[in-house]
């Protein structure tokens, strides 16, 4: 069955395919273990993601009219139509945009922002993660008494301390996000996705508090007992937990304050991610929509030029299987 949440882009919004119709929207590079481990696995050792291609059982007039694109092991896909062929939307009509120039100053941790953090990281390989030889660490950094009232000083110590950690053990994955607490003060959740250089729980957690310590300026004594939290996640389940309670937690932050970005990636290249995108009949990219649509319990019935839904890569394999797509 497939069951799970979904998000939905207006049909007014810019399109969110590029020009290429083989490759989805913002598609990670793929990945390579190789900076992790000695073993590179070689369904991913490509550093451009590779495409799967599907042939339908009968051929249609349609095909290629729309797309599925869907994250290899994880648990985000999305259905793409051509703006020209969706809805009642007549070929000549230009669609709407939302119009370029300078983005608005971020205040705070969005709807929409955490709607595309919770993409991101849905759209990791657990199976690659499973086979990895590496630790999935969760940090908290916190600060003394004394604390940068700006986030933008509390993001260049959080770069500070990465860059630390990497001289110390190498090249690692991150997913970071920016919080505060009751008393007013920042601080960051982190989730590792670290190389087996990272050695035992007791030796990061002394190296991740000497680091934060010292990038703090050397505050006081019990700032270095007590400025970090540490511990290793061993599994998937309890990282999508972790992730979800406290990297994409909903939170409000102070009235007015411009906060910049309350989240990011550090080396997302190293994150075991690789997007496959699948050309399919409109007939059929509409079916795909028909699932979305009751998965996301809508009711319109208005054109939705792109849909995307968190649910299962197996799932999603299933489903055009059963459409009469197989692989060549």
Not at 84 to 93: E, V
Not at 142 to 165: G, V
Request: a positive charge; one cysteine or more.
């Amino acid at each position: 069955m497939l069951r799970d949440k979904v998000s939905m882009d207006s049909p007014n919004g810019p399109p969110p395919t590029t020009a290429a119709p083989h490759r989805p929207p913002e598609e990670p590079p793929g990945f390579s273990y190789s900076a992790y481990s000695a073993v590179t696995y070689h369904s991913y050792s490509a550093v451009r993601g590779e495409i799967r291609s599907f042939t339908p059982s009968l051929q249609q007039s349609d095909q290629g009219d729309a797309s599925v694109s869907y994250a290899v092991g994880g648990s985000v896909s999305s259905v793409s139509f051509d703006d020209t062929k969706i809805g009642n939307r007549r070929g000549d009509t230009p669609r709407k945009g939302r119009g370029g120039g300078i983005r608005g100053k971020v205040r705070g941790f969005s709807r929409i922002s955490r709607r595309n953090l919770l993409r991101r990281f849905a759209a990791i390989n657990r199976t690659a993660f499973r086979a990895f030889e590496g630790k999935v660490f969760s940090l908290t950094l916190t600060y003394s008494r004394q604390f940068p009232e700006d986030p933008e000083s509390c993001k260049r110590h959080l770069k500070a301390f990465l860059k630390r950690l990497e001289r110390r053990y190498g090249p690692f994955a991150a997913f970071w996000r920016l919080g505060v607490q009751k008393r007013g003060a920042w601080h960051f959740h982190l989730l590792l996705f670290a190389p087996p250089s990272f050695g035992t729980l007791p030796e990061l957690r002394d190296s991740v508090a000497s680091c934060w310590y010292e990038v703090c300026g050397k505050v006081g004594e019990g700032h270095l007992r007590a400025g970090t939290n540490v511990e290793v996640v061993r599994k998937w389940k309890q990282v999508t937990s972790y992730a979800e309670k406290y990297v994409a937690k909903e939170e409000q932050f102070p009235e007015g304050v411009e906060t910049g970005r309350v989240w990011g990636r550090w080396h997302k290249e190293l994150l075991p991610v690789r997007w496959e995108t699948t050309q399919v009949s409109l007939s059929d990219a509409y079916r795909v929509r028909r699932v979305f649509r009751k998965l996301a319990r809508i009711r319109s019935t208005g054109s939705l030029r792109r849909l995307t839904v968190f649910v299962r890569y197996e799932n999603m394999f299933r489903l055009l299987q059963f459409l009469g797509y197989q692989l060549e």
